[in-house]
């Protein structure tokens, strides 16, 4: 890949603005707010609010000549989006069902992608104080409480139970007939970005996604799980790509540690 960027430099600055974003959504948090769903300003509008501003105006001054996509400002046209190269793309505050059931499972995202691949993920954890982070050929890294990183990495098949990472919110059918599929499992239950970090650091063998999310829902997370010798593919086991098309939607997908199986076995039916 031709790109003449700093990675672990860029990726250990991005560590501290998500630490900062992670701050200014944990006092509003922390602050209390009612849970309505006000369609004019609404405190999660405002702790989403909080996190994306600040995390924009700091990669602007890091990165001036490189665009920024967030999900708060996810309107761009593929026309524009389709010219970048290489572009940070940006979550300020990934789960927000967590947030409002104040489970503490819900994160800030950051990526930089380029020609189409994630190249560096930072995901902070604000309630747990916990960073995840990684760039390209560099590894994977977990840090608690901010104290010294240690590297992480995904674990092997070795014939034991496995353990599958899924949603808090409950699956469709179709998850439900791939899981009674793999058979006896143990599952994982996790909100946000948390559950590819399970598969990353070796507490969970698969996490696959049978529903939609967004290219901001998983763009960190892809780093760190490729970094920590992982795989995240299309139901189909081909590549997922980044801004390859006018929708921002993924299809659907699978993370998993071990690409020895061929996790798409399981499948009873094609999805579209």
């Known amino acids: 890949m031709s790109h003449s960027l700093d990675l672990e430099k860029l990726c250990l600055e991005c560590v501290n603005i998500a630490r900062d974003a992670g701050e200014a959504i944990l006092t509003i948090y922390d602050a209390g707010f009612n849970v309505e769903e006000k369609a004019d300003k609404s405190p999660l509008t405002d702790a989403d609010l909080a996190s994306h501003h600040l995390i924009l105006k700091r990669l602007a001054e890091l990165t001036p000549d490189i665009p920024i996509l967030s999900e708060e400002s996810a309107k761009l046209p593929f026309e524009v989006r389709s010219s970048w190269e290489t572009y940070w793309l940006v979550d300020p505050l990934d789960g927000t069902r967590e947030f409002v059931k104040r489970n503490g499972e819900f994160t800030v995202n950051i990526a930089l992608i380029h020609q189409h691949q994630s190249i560096i993920g930072v995901i902070n954890v604000p309630v747990l104080d916990v960073d995840y982070y990684a760039w390209e050929n560099g590894g994977c890294y977990k840090a608690e409480k901010k104290a010294e990183?240690?590297?992480?990495?995904?674990?092997?098949?070795?014939?034991?139970?496995?353990?599958?990472?899924?949603?808090?919110?409950?699956?469709?059918?179709?998850?439900?007939?791939?899981?009674?599929?793999?058979?006896?499992?143990?599952?994982?239950?996790?909100?946000?970005?948390?559950?590819?970090?399970?598969?990353?650091?070796?507490?969970?063998?698969?996490?696959?996604?049978?529903?939609?999310?967004?290219?901001?829902?998983?763009?960190?997370?892809?780093?760190?799980?490729?970094?920590?010798?992982?795989?995240?593919?299309?139901?189909?086991?081909?590549?997922?790509?980044?801004?390859?098309?006018?929708?921002?939607?993924?299809?659907?997908?699978?993370?998993?540690?071990?690409?020895?199986?061929?996790?798409?076995?399981?499948?009873?039916?094609?999805?579209?």
């Open 149 to 272: 990183a240690r590297k992480i990495s995904v674990k092997k098949l070795d014939g034991s139970q496995l353990t599958v990472a899924g949603s808090r919110s409950h699956g469709s059918e179709m998850m439900q007939r791939y899981m009674a599929k793999l058979g006896d499992v143990e599952t994982l239950s996790m909100g946000s970005s948390l559950k590819f970090c399970l598969v990353a650091e070796g507490r969970a063998d698969l996490y696959p996604r049978l529903g939609l999310t967004s290219e901001w829902d998983t763009a960190a997370a892809h780093c760190i799980v490729v970094q920590a010798g992982g795989y995240i593919t299309r139901t189909d086991m081909s590549p997922l790509e980044y801004n390859t098309k006018d929708s921002l939607l993924n299809p659907f997908f699978f993370v998993f540690g071990d690409n020895s199986r061929d996790w798409s076995q399981y499948l009873d039916e094609e999805p579209s």
